[in-house]
């Protein structure tokens, strides 16, 4: 059974950072391409930060880059994103999301990603 945990959520003022970890089990995680989602109050769930599969390259959102950078540990089967210059529309809840890929593949769409975690809440303040 694969299960996403995620942790590491938090409540921070505007300019400071947070650090988001996912521990993946019950999957051969080198064989996944691993993504941060995020879901605010009314709004789609969005696409923030992939490891690209076979961990071959980084993809972001650009509302998040030179901010966020997301980073796997094969050895942990753990993927993480860490945040900086948190801005109070960063406040969301942010998933951590599996897809199965065996190639070079780069995945920005929801429906590519299989599981999912149940979420952490990060809120910004201003």
């Known amino acids: 059974q694969v299960q996403l945990?995620?942790?590491g959520g938090g409540l921070v003022q505007g300019g400071g950072s947070l650090r988001l970890s996912c521990a993946a089990s019950g999957l051969t995680f080198r064989r996944y391409a691993m993504a941060w989602f995020r879901q605010a109050p009314g709004k789609e769930r969005e696409f923030v930060a992939a490891?690209?599969?076979?961990?071959?390259?980084t993809g972001y959102a650009e509302f998040v880059k030179g901010r966020f950078t997301i980073s796997r540990d094969v050895a942990k089967n753990t993927v993480s994103l860490?945040?900086?210059?948190?801005?109070p529309d960063d406040t969301a809840v942010y998933y951590c999301a599996a897809a199965l890929s065996l190639t070079h593949a780069c995945y920005r769409s929801r429906a590519d990603y299989e599981y999912w975690g149940q979420g952490t809440q990060v809120t910004v303040s201003s």
């Open 5 to 7: 945990a995620e942790s």
């Open 51 to 57: 490891v690209c599969g076979l961990g071959s390259s």
């Open 82 to 87: 860490q945040m900086n210059s948190l801005k």
